[in-house]
């Protein structure tokens, strides 16, 4: 059984003055992506009514729920987060979505690509901390409780993105892996089982233990654990901006 697992295809490099800019797979994906949920945005948007259509009432509806949960998760006075939230939370079903086609690669496969994410998410965090409590303030908090824990409270710092971008990278990447082996190991099954027979009826017979299997795999992985992923990615974003970006009278409580 010959089975390899690679990253990323690099498709060409653009030379820089800083160096070469490799185009991967993961580039054209997230390209693809967001052509079609602009694409999905601007039809969508294209005839709104004040006497709603079916359609309409369903993505209105949709769109309640994604500021319903935001409002519900990070307070009432962070709703305007949720055109960011809903942007990451579709990115990334879509950007698992996308490997079902055989065309293009998950980009939630990719490592650089949720990293990235997190990052954003941590630097939003920093940023709205300093905003809202001071830098004096967000310097204090690493000191907290006592100044030994310092060192603790910065690795902790550290880990938050590195475990969300691995946890998301992690699950999709693995499951993709996982398929790809059960895939290989029902081809020898089937050659196994069949091998016997003459070459010129197996050579139009289908490997049929392939059959069926991978498909259900296919459904667990890229649609429920793609979602699930998505929306633990897309909570904990929540979570984490919601706590730097307080109430307005409990940040100048924090600060007196």
């Known amino acids: 059984m010959d089975l390899q697992v690679n990253g990323p295809k690099v498709y060409f490099s653009i030379q820089t003055p800083f160096g070469a800019i490799n185009v991967t797979q993961t580039m ?11 694409t999905v945005a601007a039809l969508i948007t294209r005839k709104l009514t004040k006497r709603p259509g079916r359609f309409q009432v369903i993505v209105e509806k949709l769109v309640g729920m994604l500021y ?13 987060f949720a055109p960011y939230i809903g942007t990451l939370f579709l990115s990334s079903i879509f950007g698992t979505l996308i490997g ?4 293009f690669r998950s980009v939630t496969a990719d490592l650089s690509v949720t990293l990235a994410w997190a990052l954003v ?21 690493f000191t907290e409780p006592i100044v030994v824990m310092t060192p603790m409270n910065i690795v902790s710092e550290i880990a938050q993105p590195v475990s969300m971008a691995f946890r998301h990278f992690g699950n999709v990447a693995g499951g993709s892996v996982l398929t790809s082996l059960i895939y290989a190991a029902l081809a020898l099954v089937s050659n196994l089982a069949f091998g016997w027979l003459p070459e010129l009826i197996t050579s139009w017979l289908p490997p049929v233990f392939q059959v069926g299997i991978p498909a259900f795999l296919s459904i667990y992985f890229d649609l429920f654990s793609g979602f699930v992923q998505a929306l633990v990615f897309s909570l904990l974003t929540m979570v984490y901006v919601g706590g730097a970006c307080p109430a307005p009278s409990e940040a100048e409580t924090h600060t007196k």
């Open 28 to 38: 054209l994906s997230l390209l693809a992506i967001t052509v079609i949920l602009i």
């Open 68 to 80: 319903g949960l935001v409002e519900d998760t990070m307070g009432k006075h962070n709703v305007k």
């Open 100 to 103: 079902m086609t055989q065309v």
């Open 121 to 141: 998410t941590t630097g939003m965090v920093w940023y709205n901390n300093i905003k809202n409590f001071g830098f004096k303030s967000w310097l204090k908090g």
